[in-house]
């Protein structure tokens, strides 16, 4: 959570005034915990699209282990250790961490995306990372979020790896669990928190309004393992709020508005964009009041969290009871609201046949939609697709469909539509009992048209000038001490950390049709900790989700080694190349990448 500072004593009336909000600022006195100062703008919640209680569904999800978030926890600390003791968003310990979050969810199955903060960050901020669980209606999202990074001076156990932690065993669980989706679970750990929220408001001010508008609720959690700590919420009597509200009810908790947090946390963002938000929080460095320690244990007149901002925020400072009524809270509250109550009566499948297809600009292509019945009777289903590009068209012939026959799905392309690859997403609707709707996707591919102009289509190919428009692990491209650079001064460093991680770095890019040769090379040098010829740590070489090479530990050797690929199958399509480094879970390799190009010819 990001501090406030005080110029006058502890006020304890704050503990029980409205919510209202602070503005962040930068740090407090260690030796001294301080209340929030007083509130500089008043917080509304939003009119919330978020279902009473009463129309919740049976609370069927599952205890989450806490001993799996201390081990997450563990983990945290550890990379904070070998990254100078903290896990600030401008340093290797807040990259070390997002490789270790990511690793977990690819895993696991979900949809991870790295988002590098272009503007409003700190220099050399780390990347927001967001995690969709990729089951579900895609309209309507709720999202729970943490901060990752830490403040300088410690490394931010409670602040904010307790928040972090639990999040991630949640998503863990839940792909675990594997449970029918109602609704879209999305996951995301800030960047920059610490600096002014300034991940999150990235994040936010890039949502087109169509996207947030699918966003039904954003739920927070920061600080929620705090050693003096109390039991409070975000906008406590708020509709958002009350699926986390009747969890912590039901333990007797009493929980309390979250006064002290208002505005001083990732929530605020989606607050001032009119999203519905809420969240947990068990208290910073303002005080515990005597009613407070009657109700709910603890010592009056301390600090909630007394090491709030200090290198003592380690795994020591984590009030294990504390944060597993928190994450089974933010378990229950996620299987209400995003997880399907029952299955429905009737119900239907729908696949696309083949799946993926090219056009050229000017032409159009045909591929079988079909339906079955799965459960029930069957049904009127509609179909309707979404995704395509400008000068793309999609019709359905017919239209619409009794469950268990088919559709022809006709893609025409205009002459004047660019080349690449687009997800086209095809929905189905029925019509029976409940609406249920199912989607499946389809890959189009715009072919690209007109003459070659040979040279070198990758940009920044060496890495010299920033790091756009790579995505991806952009913290590995730099001029890094410990490792050297096959030309000028920076490279890309992916992997090295001895421990489970996987770092990525991707380029789009548009392969003339009118050429008649593309040569990927790339120079590559590996070096390792590991022995022998077992091939524990990889590097691989993708175009889209086909792996064209591989290279491991067991290819470590002195120098740069230069590589080439043919990549003219790829002659007229838009393609995204992809450098993937995996490690397990110990002893180093480090794969140094530099001086890619793509030439055609």
């Not at 579900?136 to 990074?149: A, I, N, P, Q, R």
């Not at 932690?165 to 029918?180: D, F, G, K, S, Y």
């Not at 007149?301 to 380690?314: G, L």
């Not at 268990?404 to 609707?429: D, R």
Request: with cysteine.
């Amino acid at each position: 959570m990001t501090g406030a500072s005080l110029a006058v004593t502890l006020a304890a009336a704050l503990l029980t005034a409205a919510p209202a909000s602070a503005a962040p600022i930068a740090s407090v006195t260690p030796t001294a915990p301080a209340a929030p100062a007083p509130a500089a703008r008043a917080t509304t919640t939003p009119a919330a699209s978020v279902p009473a209680l009463g129309a919740l569904a049976v609370d069927d999800a599952p205890d989450i282990d806490v001993a799996k978030v201390q081990a997450h926890l563990t983990e945290l600390n550890a990379i904070a250790n070998r990254n100078g003791g903290t896990r600030k968003s401008s340093g290797q310990g807040y990259r070390d961490s997002v490789a270790y979050v990511k690793g977990r969810l690819q895993a696991a199955g979900y949809t991870v995306t790295e988002q590098p903060c272009t503007s409003g960050c700190a220099s050399g901020a780390g990347p927001n990372l967001i995690a969709e669980w990729p089951q579900g209606d895609t309209s309507s999202v709720y999202m729970f979020g943490s901060h990752l990074d830490s403040v300088g001076a410690g490394p931010g156990i409670n602040d904010n790896g307790s928040g972090s932690a639990a999040l991630l065993e949640t998503a863990l669980t839940l792909a675990e669990r594997h449970p029918a989706m109602a609704a879209r679970a999305r996951f995301a750990w800030w960047t920059d928190e610490e600096q002014g929220l300034n991940g999150s408001d990235f994040y936010v001010g890039s949502l087109p309004s169509a996207e947030r508008s699918r966003i039904k609720a954003y739920y927070n959690f920061d600080m929620i393992a705090s050693p003096n700590g109390g039991y409070f919420i975000n906008h406590l009597t708020s509709p958002a709020a009350q699926p986390m509200k009747a969890y912590w009810d039901s333990l007797g908790l009493q929980p309390e508005e979250n006064t002290e947090g208002a505005g001083r946390s990732d929530d605020y963002s989606f607050e001032q964009a009119g999203i519905p938000t809420s969240g947990y929080a068990m208290g910073a460095g303002a005080r515990k009041t005597s009613a407070q320690a009657a109700k709910w244990g603890g010592t009056a007149n301390r600090a909630y969290d007394s090491c709030y901002h200090q290198s003592c925020d380690t795994t020591a400072n984590i009030n294990a009871t504390g944060l597993d009524r928190s994450v089974d809270g933010i378990a229950s509250t996620l299987w209400k609201l995003a997880v399907a109550r029952s299955t429905p009566a009737n119900d239907f499948s729908l696949t696309a046949t083949p799946a993926a297809g090219s056009v050229a600009p000017g032409e159009s292509l045909t591929a079988t939609i079909a339906t079955q019945t799965t459960s029930g009777s069957a049904q009127t289903v509609a179909l309707s697709a979404s995704g395509a590009p400008a000068g793309v068209t999609v019709s359905f012939n017919p239209g619409s469909v009794t469950s268990g026959a088919s559709s022809t799905m006709t893609v025409a392309a205009a002459a004047s539509t660019a080349p690449g690859t687009y997800p086209v997403t095809v929905t189905g609707t029925g019509s029976g009992s409940g609406s249920v709707t199912h989607t499946t996707s389809f890959s189009l591919t715009v072919k690209g048209a007109g003459g070659c102009t040979a040279g070198q289509l990758l940009a920044n190919g060496g890495f010299e000038n920033g790091t756009s428009p790579w995505t991806g692990d952009t913290g590995t491209i730099g001029a890094h001490t410990g490792q050297s650079a096959h030309g000028g001064s920076r490279f890309a460093w992916l992997g090295g950390y001895g421990y489970t991680a996987t770092d990525t770095l991707s380029q789009s890019l548009t392969v003339p049709a009118g050429c008649s040769r593309a040569t990927l090379t790339y120079w590559l040098h590996i070096d390792t900790a590991e022995s022998g010829n077992t091939a524990y740590d990889t590097f691989r070489v993708k175009v889209g989700d086909k792996v064209l090479t591989s290279s491991s530990n067991t290819d470590a050797a002195p120098g740069y080694a230069q590589h080439t690929l043919d990549l003219s199958p790829y002659v007229g399509q838009r393609i995204t190349l992809t450098f993937t480094a995996t490690e397990d879970t110990g002893l180093q390799t480090s794969f140094v990448l530099d001086d890619t190009s793509v030439q055609v010819s």
